[in-house]
């Protein structure tokens, strides 16, 4: 071999001629790929979200009735959203029924949450289950059942209380007492998902912590305030948000058991954007409610957002 032939350059060959890929071609197939993959999904959320989405948003600037071509009228159906009187109250009492059906189901969740986390308890994970039913339930059909439950002649819950000599009466059409009916039958309903949740957060606390404050003579009601409430922070924020969120949303058990009566006590704002839309045909009005709805409801998602994203800076940090 000469020293002409040692000096002589290699041919550089291109990738295409190793196999037939080039990092380029893989690139490209990999997202073809993952597009193929995600397709299916975003046509259906396109279709039943994101177009119904932007056609309430054009609905809400016009008269839309489901008849004739509705004529723009600006903001007109956002300044009534703020001024109608039977709005305004149906606003008051969305208000009334969060204020009731989150602290409730809270409490009534971290109870039993606690409890059942008790290694003391026997047969937890019947307990747990039996619990949770509830939820597994529709909140239509768990009216149902509790409208005939409460229902002042044939009712169960009335008969079983006059044994012992208790009246309560048509709670459903008595005004002061017909949003807390349906505000109990939603935490019946729900306790059991937001008691998971919790049993979830309260399984995540190292054992080590209950030991150490028991070592330094905590009691129980010290114990849960100083390790067990504070290491339940971010669970306890999550519930809060979906609780409300939930509360602003209330409709099925409202819609059977009360109708939004008596006397609208019982409206909310998801009512009132059934009565607007489908009653009164005023899409335009119910497209304006929804939106202000989802602003709010946005707001809550924001809070929760910035709040996690704090608490994991802190621990990062």
Request: no cysteine; hydrophobic share 50%.
């Amino acid at each position: 071999m000469t020293t002409q032939n040692l000096a002589r350059p290699r041919r550089y060959r291109p990738p295409a001629q190793l196999g037939g890929r080039t990092p380029l071609n893989g690139t490209f197939k990999r997202r073809a790929t993952i597009v193929g993959f995600l397709a299916p999904a975003l046509i259906i959320l396109g279709a039943f979200v994101a177009w119904p989405m932007i056609s309430a948003l054009q609905l809400s600037f016009t008269d839309a009735s489901g008849f004739g071509t509705p004529e723009f009228v600006g903001l007109d159906n956002y300044v009534r959203v703020f001024t109608d009187s039977e709005i305004l109250q149906s606003m008051g009492n969305t208000a009334l029924y969060a204020v009731l059906f989150t602290p409730t189901a809270i409490v009534v969740a971290l109870v039993l949450a606690l409890v059942i986390n008790s290694p003391r308890l026997p047969f937890r994970g019947f307990f747990r289950s039996t619990l949770f039913l509830p939820f597994i339930v529709s909140l239509a059909v768990a009216a149902f059942a509790w409208s005939y439950l409460l229902d002042p002649q044939i009712g169960l819950l009335n008969y079983w209380l006059q044994a012992v000599g208790i009246r309560i009466g048509n709670v459903l059409q008595d005004p002061a007492l017909a949003m807390p009916t349906v505000v109990a039958v939603a935490v019946w309903k729900s306790f059991g998902f937001y008691m998971v949740i919790f049993l979830a957060g309260l399984q995540e606390i190292p054992t080590s912590l209950y030991e150490a404050a028991q070592l330094d003579g905590a009691n129980g009601w010290k114990r849960f305030t100083n390790v067990t409430f504070p290491m339940l922070s971010n669970t306890m924020a999550f519930v809060v948000i979906v609780a409300l969120i939930a509360a602003l949303q209330a409709f099925d058990q409202i819609y059977v058991l009360t109708g939004g009566g008596p006397y609208r006590s019982t409206e909310t704002i998801v009512m009132q954007i059934y009565q607007s839309g489908f009653k009164d045909l005023d899409l335009g009005f119910a497209s304006a409610l929804s939106y202000v709805l989802l602003i709010v409801t946005l707001l809550l998602s924001l809070v929760q957002f910035l709040f996690f994203g704090r608490r994991s800076k802190d621990i990062n940090s």
